[in-house]
């Protein structure tokens, strides 16, 4: 079983930065393709970014310029920088996890969540 583990979130000024981190626990299993997503109150959860097990990155248009994501060497733990904050990227980030694995000769994918990390930003 995968478990995430995020920390980071806080309050940041227009035009500041934060960083957020999210690693799998001791005991799990290595995923495939990391990402965050994020959710406003009222909004759907939108994708930020997401780091493939190859280290390719895609970004949202939304962050892209502003945001990076990263991996450390073990590809257990994933780096959201944020800079350049605005008031609208105040929301829960929630980190996202995918293994796949192959069974009997089939592809399975397995989705895992982090806790949710409020990040907010003052005009």
């Known amino acids: 079983q995968v478990q995430l583990v995020e920390s980071g979130g806080g309050t940041a000024q227009t035009g500041g930065s934060l960083r957020l981190t999210c690693g799998l626990s001791?005991?799990?299993?290595?995923?495939?393709?990391m990402a965050w997503y994020r959710q406003s109150p009222g909004q759907q959860r939108e994708l930020v970014a997401s780091i493939s097990g190859r280290d390719v990155t895609r970004y949202s248009d939304s962050v892209k310029g502003r945001f990076t994501i990263s991996r450390d060497n073990t590809k257990r733990t994933a780096f959201l920088e944020m800079n350049s904050l605005k008031p609208e990227d105040t929301a829960v980030y929630y980190c996202?996890?995918?293994?796949?694995?192959?069974?009997?000769?089939?592809?399975?994918?397995?989705?895992?969540w982090g806790q949710g990390t409020q990040v907010t930003v003052s005009s």
């Open positions: 996202n996890a995918v293994r796949v694995d192959v069974v009997s000769g089939r592809f399975q994918t397995r989705e895992y």
């Open positions: 001791g005991s799990s299993p290595g995923v495939n393709t």
